[in-house]
């Protein structure tokens, strides 16, 4: 196997035509409480993606879990990060898709939790997500407008010159699948009132 990335939480390994995401141990833990902690996170990744194959949201395959080992073996996806192809004269289109991805997890009631175009995979002419570490079930407005946030926030970091008209796009995407949407969107509208309060009261 081939280390191809290493991450906060876990080793991401190449195995042919498959990727094994093993959790590493962490040393600053008590070990019962590592071991505890790395098999629920283990345990839970594996199930919302086999959740997602149900649902076939465009998502690597589940392949295999081993709870002993703390690892999840899924399938390849041989295509180009989303974060290395978005420029100007493709975001609108990928990013309307972005949200229309985002709408239907959220639809679901998945909050993926780290809504980066450095998660997200062009692969036979679609946008695939991956990297559900973070992910949680919630039906929660408020969890929903965070994760919109993040994604807002993540365009404006690693996209700077081209944000405004990607979220624009993700926006228009997401409102055409989920009936939610201006709930949602009011909500994130707070959130991001919120963030900008706290920064003001640490700088005064």
């Not at 035509?17 to 070990?31: E, T």
């Not at 465009?58 to 709870?67: C, G, M, Q």
Request: aromatic letters at 8%.
């Amino acid at each position: 196997m081939k280390l191809i990335a290493t991450g906060a939480e876990a080793e991401i390994l190449q195995d042919g035509n498959s990727i094994v995401k093993k959790r590493i141990k962490k040393s600053y833990r008590l070990p019962e409480i590592d071991i505890k902690l790395r098999k629920f996170r283990t345990r839970r990744e594996a199930k919302l993606i086999e959740d997602l194959n149900r649902i076939n949201f465009p998502s690597p395959k589940l392949l295999e879990l081993s709870e002993k080992n703390n690892e999840i073996k899924m399938e390849f996806l041989k295509g180009k990060l989303l974060k290395n192809i978005l420029n100007k004269n493709n975001c609108a289109k990928l990013c309307k898709e972005l949200g229309e991805k985002i709408g239907a997890l959220h639809k679901n009631n998945i909050i993926h939790g780290d809504l980066t175009t450095s998660n997200m995979i062009y692969f036979k002419n679609k946008i695939y997500f991956i990297d559900f570490g973070l992910s949680f079930y919630s039906a929660k407005i408020e969890d929903k407008a965070v994760d919109l946030h993040l994604c807002k926030q993540a365009l404006q970091s690693k996209h700077s010159k081209i944000w405004e008209k990607c979220f624009k796009a993700v926006m228009q995407g997401y409102n055409k699948v989920n009936t939610d949407s201006k709930l949602i969107y009011d909500r994130l509208n707070i959130v991001e009132q919120r963030g900008r309060y706290k920064k003001k009261s640490l700088g005064s």
